[in-house]
Each structure stands twice: as structure tokens, then as C-alpha cells.
């Protein structure tokens, strides 16, 4: 963790989901945090307490109501157009991988870098390869997502979002959808990242990773931030009552 | 019945031709229509989708037929100059018309199939929503309109038939003609009609096929 300015500053953001029929749905209340260069922060919480919107709203794939978000000095809600140059500094890791079905694995890794970055094919190329390598599966550059198992499709997905050379990757629950025997793979590849400096933040349920790899774990329940720190404060010594509970359930 | 055969196929074949050349255009210009309509079907802008799902469901919720006599007989008397259509002409926009309200729908239909993780992560990479549309929804839908497309085509070939209520000698029209020269050979006039619309529709339904399997399924890697 550094003291730089920090790479993703979020103020105030609200959401609420108006489904007619249905009583309205406060996802986010009120919610500031903000991330370091180089630094993991995991978000916890019971399913429904708006971390996934949280995270979902840091690319934009989700509008927020009220509040600022800024990444990089760029602030998201502010102009439309820059969006799409604003998504593209930030990666996004899928619970269910969202693999480009028509594509072999290499493809999905050189297709975005050439349409979105402009990189040559032999460059978009080299560097899917490499990277390719890089998350375990190199020799699998030439299948199709439906022919590789989930734990290889999400380690594609997560090369695909490095292509892009983010500036922070956003992980949503990616390892919640894999088999048991998988996740492990998955996880590590994540460490590895998270210690080679790469700006993260994860929303998930496995509380050994956010132990070990986060720099600040934020707990969220019902669309607020509970409580935040450091992995051993939250978990050793959690001071709200609610965070209490949630972590002996899960434990 | 050979002489039957050998003095009316250069008749019918003539009336094939001109039920090809009526078919092929209005599939042309009926898809071409139809893609751009079922894409912009699927845009979140009421302006847009409600004037287009009035279109497609007013063509859809009446007979051909009316579309034909709407076409070629009520627009010339409005006597505005360049609504006054030929014959041949009125019967390949009625037809486009028709046909792109079908393959509108299937395109629609198509795109909104294809799983919306598949735009969030073109979306996610920074693509524009055209080049997700381009490079990523597009060729997976495509594979789920085949199908219905091919179906849809061989309806058109065969609702072309309709048209020789406007005087155009299509395949009916020449086949009815056949018959006043040889009444009893009822039989065999419409056998040999039918046997050229098979002709004309088998391939098409092959090509569809064919194409289904080309690009529908998963490709192996070699």
C-alpha cells in the first residue's frame, strides 16, 4: 500500500432498483471507500447487501443514483463519452466468466486489444500468449470456452481483463461458480496478482483469501459499509455486532 | 402427356424465372430491411421501438393479399406521381415489406438470446455498444437465426404465388395458363408446377442447413 492519491475514490454513491410491484430496493446507501495504488480491497457481506452492485457500479455496468465516482482522476458519472475510454482502465472478472463463446481463448484475449486498443493482430498476438502462459493455460489457446473446464474459462477471463492493462481489476465472486477442486487454482492466481502489485478489488465468500491477500477487508450489509480495516482487525476483533454474526455463520 | 410436358415447360420455366427474380429481390431487400429494424428493435428507446413494433405488428396482423391490393391499386389512386407502381414493382415492395416484419422479428428475437454476461464483458473491455453489437452479439445470434430464416425465405418463394392476382406470370400464373391450353391435363401441369417449386425451395432449405451446421455449431480445434 502507498500514499499516493488513490486510484478509485468513491463518494456518497446510492442506488435504489424500482421494481413495479415491489417494494424498492436500497442497494446502496450512502456508500465512500477508495482504493491505493497497489492495494487489495476485499468487500464481504451477505448476499444482498449491494456489494455486487458495489463493485458493478466502479465500471459503470451499474448507474448510480446520487454520489461520485472517480477512477484514476476521472470522474465516471460525470460525461457519458468517456465511459468507454474509462471501462477500458478497468478490468472486470465475471462469477460466471462471460467468455466470448464464438471465440477460441486466444481469440478472447486478442479480439478486445485490436477493436477497443487498436494493437496490431501479431501484437495482441504476442501478448494473449504471453499471458495466456502467464495465468497457467498456454497450451490451451486454441479451444473454444465450452471445452475447457470453469476454473480454465475464468483463468482466460482473467488474462482477457490483463490484456487491457487496467489500471484496477474488479473481481465479482469469480471463484463462486467453479468446482470445489478448481477454486484453489483460481485463488492463487489471484495472490499472485494481488502481490505483484496489482490494483484489486474483490468482492467474495472466501475468507481465507481475504485474510491472506487483502490490504483492508470492507463488510457490507444492507447496502451500507458495516465496518472496514485491516484482515485482522475484521476478522480477530469485528466491532459491530451484525459483522459478528455474518463471520459466524461463515466460519 | 410428353407432348403435354415438352410443349408447357418453356412456359413454366419462364413463370420459375420470373418467381426467382420476384423472390430473390424481395428476400434481399426484405432482409436488409428486416436486420436493421430487428437491430434497432432490441435499443432501450421507446421513439424508436414503439413506431417499429406498430409496423411490425399492423403487417404481421393482416393478410398479404390487402398489403398487394393496398400497394398497386389504392396508392396509385391517391395520384401522387411517384406512387404509381407497375405491376412488378408494387409486388416486390408489398413483398419486402411482408417479408421484413418476419425477419425482423427473428433478428430481434436472435439477439436478445444471446446471454446479456456476453455484452456486459464486451462492455467491460471499453467496447463501444457497436462493436459489441459487431464482434460479439452479432455472429452468436446469426447462428440462431438460420433456422427460422431458411423457413421463412422458402414461405416467400412460395407466397409469391399470390402475386398473379396483379397479372404478373409467375409459376401459378403460367401453370393456369398451361391448363386453359390442355384442359385434361390437369394432373400433370400442376404435378411438373409443384415439382418446380420443390426444385426452387429443396436447395434453399439444404443451403439453410448446411449453413447450420457450418457455423452453429462448435468448431474443433485442428
Known amino acids: 500500500m502507498t500514499n499516493e492519491t488513490p486510484i478509485v475514490v468513491v463518494k456518497d454513491i446510492c442506488k435504489t432498483f424500482n421494481i413495479p410491484g415491489r417494494p424498492p430496493v436500497h442497494a446502496l446507501r450512502n456508500v465512500s471507500n477508495h482504493v491505493a495504488k497497489g492495494e487489495v480491497l476485499v468487500v464481504i457481506g451477505p448476499s444482498g447487501s449491494g456489494k455486487s452492485t458495489f463493485l458493478r457500479a466502479l465500471n459503470g455496468l451499474e448507474t448510480i443514483d446520487s454520489g461520485s465516482?472517480?477512477?484514476?482522476?476521472?470522474e465516471l458519472t460525470a460525461a457519458k463519452a468517456n465511459l468507454n475510454l474509462l471501462r477500458q482502465g478497468v478490468g472486470m472478472v465475471f462469477q460466471h466468466f462471460n467468455l466470448f463463446q464464438h471465440k477460441t481463448a486466444l481469440e478472447n484475449l486478442t479480439m478486445p486489444q485490436t477493436v477497443v486498443l487498436k494493437r496490431s493482430q501479431s501484437e495482441a498476438d504476442e501478448i494473449g500468449r504471453r499471458l495466456l502462459d502467464r495465468v497457467g493455460i498456454g497450451?490451451?489457446?486454441d479451444?473454444?470456452?465450452?471445452?475447457?473446464?470453469?476454473?480454465?474459462?475464468?483463468?482466460?477471463a482473467i488474462a482477457r481483463s490483463l490484456a487491457m492493462n487496467p489500471k484496477v481489476m474488479l473481481f465479482d465472486e469469480a471463484t463462486s461458480a467453479l468446482d470445489p477442486e478448481t477454486v484453489g487454482g483460481v485463488l492463487d492466481l489471484m495472490k499472485e496478482l494481488a502481490t505483484e502489485g496489482t490494483t484489486m478489488v474483490v468482492v467474495t465468500h472466501e475468507m481465507g483469501f481475504a485474510r491472506e491477500a487483502a490490504d483492508r477487508v470492507t463488510f457490507m450489509d444492507g447496502g451500507e459499509i458495516i465496518?472496514?480495516?485491516?484482515?485482522?482487525?475484521?476478522f480477530d476483533d469485528p466491532r459491530h455486532e451484525r459483522t459478528r454474526s455474518f463471520l459466524s455463520q461463515i466460519i | 402427356m410428353f407432348d403435354v410436358i415438352s410443349s408447357t415447360l418453356p412456359f413454366l420455366l419462364d413463370g420459375l424465372w420470373m418467381t426467382f427474380k420476384i423472390s430473390l429481390i424481395t428476400i434481399f431487400l426484405g432482409s436488409l430491411i428486416g436486420v436493421v429494424v430487428g437491430?434497432?428493435?432490441?435499443?432501450?428507446y421507446a421513439v424508436i421501438t414503439y413506431p417499429l413494433a406498430a409496423y411490425i405488428h399492423a403487417l404481421r396482423g393482416t393478410p398479404f393479399l390487402i398489403h398487394l391490393y393496398l400497394v398497386y391499386f389504392m396508392l396509385p389512386a391517391t395520384g401522387i406521381s411517384w406512387l404509381q407502381f407497375e405491376a412488378f414493382p408494387a409486388a416486390v415492395i408489398a413483398l419486402s415489406l411482408y417479408t421484413s416484419t418476419y425477419v425482423a422479428e427473428i433478428v430481434r428475437a436472435a439477439i436478445e438470446?444471446?446471454?446479456?454476461?456476453?455484452?456486459?464483458?464486451?462492455?467491460?473491455?471499453?467496447?463501444?455498444?457497436?462493436?459489441?453489437m459487431w464482434h460479439v452479439v452479432l455472429p452468436q445470434a446469426v447462428k440462431m437465426m438460420?433456422?427460422?430464416?431458411?423457413?421463412?425465405?422458402?414461405?416467400?418463394?412460395?407466397?409469391?404465388?399470390?402475386?398473379?392476382?396483379?397479372g404478373i406470370a409467375e409459376l401459378v400464373r403460367a401453370g393456369e395458363h398451361a391448363t386453359q391450353r390442355h384442359p385434361k391435363e390437369l394432373m400433370v401441369i400442376y404435378g411438373m408446377t409443384a415439382l418446380l417449386y420443390f426444385a426452387?425451395?429443396?436447395?434453399?432449405?439444404?443451403?439453410?442447413?448446411?449453413?447450420e451446421t457450418k457455423f452453429g455449431s462448435v468448431r474443433l480445434p485442428s
Open chain 1, 143 to 156: 479451444s473454444y470456452p465450452s471445452e475447457l473446464s470453469g476454473g480454465q474459462q475464468q483463468r482466460v
Open chain 2, 200 to 211: 426452387y425451395c429443396y436447395p434453399v432449405l439444404r443451403i439453410a442447413r448446411w449453413a
Open chain 1, 227 to 234: 465496518e472496514e480495516g485491516t484482515p485482522d482487525t475484521v
Open chain 1, 139 to 141: 497450451d490451451k489457446d
Open chain 1, 69 to 74: 465516482i472517480v477512477i484514476d482522476g476521472v
Open chain 2, 113 to 132: 438470446a444471446v446471454p446479456s454476461g456476453q455484452t456486459e464483458a464486451a462492455r467491460s473491455t471499453g467496447m463501444t455498444a457497436l462493436q459489441c
Open chain 2, 146 to 166: 438460420i433456422p427460422p430464416m431458411g423457413g421463412v425465405y422458402v414461405i416467400i418463394i412460395k407466397g409469391t404465388s399470390i402475386v398473379s392476382v396483379i
Open chain 2, 39 to 44: 437491430m434497432l428493435r432490441t435499443l432501450d
